[in-house]
């Protein structure tokens, strides 16, 4: 699902469904976006408007401004093809509906990342730190998740964001 395409794995009676994020039981038109020459490759710009978001750490609160990818196609470009991502900024997934066995991928993503998978509750359930650019493993989030945030990679660690850490945004019940 998008560049670090998120599937949700279900086994049931003996059938391994992939689901993109928040979807149905069929995948979007869009869920198998091509792998593109990093040379010349076209992604979405930037998502408007930039909303607030804040980190709440054991240093003390952090304040970024990040894109809300909440719609099937944003989720499934994302950072896709960007070749730069701000210290103060980032991109969180609105997946509108708790997700099992989510987990991220790189396709056609050109720098490394930190992916923050989130609980409906607003805390970090875990980080994926430096995310290797262009790697098509998935990165799994261990758990049911609310959205994922995606900083540049190493950022995390220079916040000092942990596992158990709190995302207030007006997407959490408690954020």
């Known amino acids: 699902f998008r ?9 049931g009676r003996g059938v391994l469904f992939a689901l993109g994020a928040s979807l149905a039981l069929t995948a979007p ?18 998502l408007k408007p930039l909303q607030p978001l804040t980190l ?40 509108k509906r ?8 790189m396709r056609n993503t050109l720098i490394p ?13 875990a980080i994926a730190s430096n995310a290797q650019p ?8 261990y758990g049911p998740i609310l959205g994922v945030l995606e900083l540049a990679g190493g950022r995390a660690a220079q916040l000092g964001l942990l596992p158990g850490d709190r995302v207030a ?5 408690r954020g």
């Not at 560049?3 to 086994?11: E, G, N």
């Not at 262009?134 to 989030?141: C, H, V």
């Open 3 to 11: 560049s670090r395409r998120l599937r949700s794995f279900m086994i």
């Open 134 to 141: 262009l790697n098509e493993t998935p990165i799994p989030a």
């Open 29 to 46: 038109a869009c869920a198998d976006l091509p792998r593109q020459d990093p040379g010349h490759c076209r992604g979405q710009k930037e």
């Open 56 to 95: 709440l750490t054991s240093r003390g609160p952090v304040k970024l401004m990040v894109e809300v990818a909440d719609t099937e196609m944003e989720r499934e470009y994302g950072l896709m093809c960007r070749r730069h991502l701000a210290p103060d900024r980032g991109m969180l997934f609105d997946f």
């Open 113 to 125: 990342l930190d992916i923050i998978y989130i609980r409906p509750d607003g805390t970090i359930a």
């Open 98 to 105: 708790v997700q099992i066995g989510a987990a991220f991928w």
């Open 169 to 173: 945004h007006r997407m959490f019940k």
